[in-house]
Nanobody, 123 residues
Framework: QVQLVESGGGSVQAGGSLRLSCAAS????????IAWFHQAPGKERDFVAD????????LYDDLVKGRFTISRDNTKNTVYLQMNSLKPEDTGVYYC????????????????WGQGTQVTVSS
């Protein structure tokens, strides 16, 4: 069983930055694909980025490419999402998700989920 806890959300002005963290419990963390998803108010949960178990492969949605960076520290069982040049449309709840197989870009590809952290970007 894997438990995920997100932190680092908050309120910022457009153009600002935030760093989200996803702390995981469980001895299998180093073998998990970890992803971040974004859910805007009244909308579906959308893929933001994911990272392979080694950190050697990352994938980003086109809307965040060049602005967001996903990274992981397997010694701390933590994955990070550095968010720069934030826009009002980035507002929403950010969820951390994990999967012991291949991951993917759809919520159904992930077995474990955190509770989410709220990000609000004002114009």
């Amino acid at each position: 069983q894997v438990q995920l806890v997100e932190s680092g959300g908050g309120s910022v002005q457009a153009g600002g930055s935030l760093r989200l963290s996803c702390a995981a419990s469980g001895s299998t963390f180093g073998y998990l694909v970890i992803a971040w998803f974004h859910q805007a108010p009244g909308k579906e949960r959308d893929f933001v980025a994911d990272i392979s178990w080694s950190g050697g492969r990352t994938l980003y949605d086109d809307l965040v490419k060049g602005r967001f960076t996903i990274s992981r520290d397997n010694t701390k069982n933590t994955v990070y999402l550095q968010m720069n040049s934030l826009k009002p449309e980035d507002t929403g709840v950010y969820y951390c998700a994990a999967d012991p197989t291949y991951g993917g870009v759809y919520p159904g590809d992930y077995k474990y989920w955190g509770q989410g952290t709220q990000v609000t970007v004002s114009s």
